[in-house]
């Protein structure tokens, strides 16, 4: 079988849920060696859980900010295949580069741990 990428992803977007129309969310500004970046966490309206993950470097374009939009999109598939938010931060938090931990995988876990205490304590996003 010869693997067609648009035809195969969009089967696969249209037998997933359909994503709402609005979702809430926050939107975090951090600082990391890289300089400014937004993270953008949203929730589902139904369980209060994180379903989609966003994240925008305060600088255009480069090879660093595609590499975070495609972890961005697989973390945000996990989560809406049921992933435990938790391991977000788990599998991110303490991930270091040769300029030292203020990394970006470390502000992406800062954002859903800051957003899930939050939302732990306030019973909603």
């Known amino acids: 079988m010869k693997h067609n990428g648009f035809r195969d992803r969009e089967r696969m977007n249209a037998a997933s849920n359909a994503r709402p129309l609005v979702l809430r969310g926050q939107t ?3 600082r990391t060696h890289c300089g400014k970046i937004y993270v953008t966490v949203n929730f589902d309206p139904a369980t209060g859980l994180p379903v989609e ?4 470097f305060g600088r255009a ?3 660093g900010s595609a590499i975070m939009d495609g972890m961005t999109r697989m973390i945000s598939s ?11 931060v788990r599998e991110l938090a303490g991930i270091s580069c040769h300029h030292g931990g203020s990394t970006c995988m470390n502000a992406v ?3 859903v741990l800051v ?3 939050e939302t732990d304590s306030s019973h909603g996003p």
């Open 78 to 88: 996990g989560l809406q295949a049921g992933m435990d938010p938790w391991v977000v």
């Open 109 to 111: 876990a800062e954002a």
């Open 53 to 56: 993950l966003f994240c925008r």
């Open 115 to 117: 957003l899930l205490d």
């Open 28 to 30: 975090l500004e951090l």
């Open 61 to 63: 374009g480069g090879c």
